[in-house]
């Protein structure tokens, strides 16, 4: 069959399908991209050719940033338990290296998406192109080298003889939840135009089928014999168990065996928040309940968590415990010391269940006794009469439910992961692997194409906002719904604070212009993030007490379109850190509070573990 290499790119992508337990997906639900020299004429012309509509295999959406486009793929790839995602198609130059930070973000998140930059002339017969940057130790280097380390199957495509290969290999990693992350195809313009005879098998229907790997009998039994040493254990679950829809394996493990469960930012929800087992958040933004557990544990069961320093306290929890680690990739199994149960978490949890043993009784009544107490604090931080972050928080969550919140950087992950109450395990959607500011619109954007049924509610902040707001457009242009809830406190409250807590005097965390001292000291700037929201096309509700919020809220949810809730919340926090977290402080400084922010970090620093 003779096609152009985009063109054999683009029928084989459409006829790609994933398949887990029985049901079958597509794996590339269709195209996210911005056109120019590299790929308009190549893969913008593949599209034309096949059809790129909403009624095609491969529909093709308008993004306004590259960045932001491996967002929407990465929201949608996590929605659908990484079972299907986007390709991302990115012209030569900037239009690539755009995509640098979604591909660490997707990488970093194990989410499968398929990055499809344009590449500089295979043939050289016109180099230096627009936009090339030489190297000149070798003309087989191009910006595109950068997205290698971030990818986990990276391909040049010199020459089409080499894409049958290169696109089987790309599926695969796609597929494998050990391997998956970003997968990047280099595209060379000139080889996306030429011609080539292709083998028709190249193009059938092919299923790739999505594995549960069972746990090896000997680690089994390895694992057994630790489960029944414990008499305090407590499972931190990540974000594999939501991977694997293993929420009813885990609630079931946890009630056979009295075992309360933690939770990571992407393993929240995996239990809902008034399980009699669900102990809430873990770590250095966790619940007390949670967090006084794990100095206490004698076995800590991570279920799919690889165990940043967010989920540790930077090696400051879990001081008294041995690991076992159940994970799909044997890196994350091998964590703190652990012994590996390498399998997906569903077969694995279901294994475990089988074993006669039960944590000790008052153990598992003093999880319950704790994470009622923390319940109550949620609800004294909920309840206010004054818009503060945390009663915002509230009014949303409570508004909230069959929906899903979305949310990345700034100060409310951690509020979200102490505080928030998810029903369900599809409720809570915070992106913390990578914290990107920006993901939230683009990235809600995904989450609502994942799951159109569901309400998303786009929690994002003023330096977020200001960072990539620009998505609206593309879901006003898909007629793509979300509620966006914008919280603008005029700049950095959480490196703000952290800032201050380091000694380094809140510099450049706050939207202030440059004042008559030469310092960011002057006054607000005049920033209308309202208007801006308007002029991107979706409607504004401007909220400035609980009862306006609550009220702009249900209407937002009975519109149809894009709307943006906007709030200036005033001063007041919710319960803070109950962890610690490892910042490192200056050892020397002139700064008064510097110094003493060095002797409290000193002084915190004791407490770190290594877990050998
Ligand atoms: C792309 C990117 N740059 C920098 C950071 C570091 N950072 C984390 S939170 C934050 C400020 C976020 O401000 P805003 O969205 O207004 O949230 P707030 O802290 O005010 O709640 C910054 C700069 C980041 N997470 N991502
Ligand atoms: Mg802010």
Known sequence: MRLTTAQALVRFLANQW?????????????????????????????????GAGTGDPLPYYLARNEQAMVHTAVGYARTRRRLSTFACTASIGPGATNLVTGAALATINRLPVLLLPGDIFATRAAGPVLQELEDPRSYDVSVNDSLRPLSRFFDRINRPEQLPSALLAAMRVLTDPAETGAVTLALPQDVQAEAHDWPEELFARRVWHVPRPVPEPAALARAVELLRESRRPLIVAGGGVKYSEAWTELARFAENHGVPVGETQAGKGALPYDHPRAVGAIGH????????????????????????????????????????????????????SGLMLVADARAALRALDEVDWRADADWTRRATTLATAWQAEVGRAYAGTELTQPVALGIVNELAAGGVVVNAAGSMPGDLHRLWRASDPEQYHVEYGYSCMGYEIAGGLGVKLGAPEREVIVLVGDGSYLMMAQEIATAVQEGVKLVIVLVDNQGFASIGNLSESVGARRLGTAYRARGAGGELDGAPLPLD???????????????????????????????????????????????GAQAWWDVPVAEVSALPEARAARARYDEAKRDQRSYL
């Open 18 to 50: 994933s398949e887990r337990d029985g049901a079958e997906h597509r794996l590339i639900a269709g195209v996210l991209g911005i056109f120019g020299h590299g790929n308009v004429a190549g893969i913008g012309q593949a599209l034309a050719e096949e």
């Open 529 to 575: 993030l309202a208007v801006n929201a308007a002029s991107l096309g979706a409607d504004v509700l401007r909220a400035d007490t609980p009862e306006s919020l609550r009220a702009a809220l249900v209407k937002a949810k009975e519109s149809a379109r894009t709307t943006v809730v906007h709030v200036e919340p005033v001063p007041g926090d919710g319960p």
């Open 285 to 336: 933004t966790g619940t007390r309940a949670a967090d006084t557990l794990a100095r206490e544990a004698d076995l800590v069961i991570g279920v799919g968590t690889r165990y940043t320093d967010f989920t540790t306290a930077s090696r400051t929890l879990f001081g008294q415990a041995r690991f076992l680690n159940v994970n799909v990739t044997a890196f994350d199994a091998a964590k703190n």
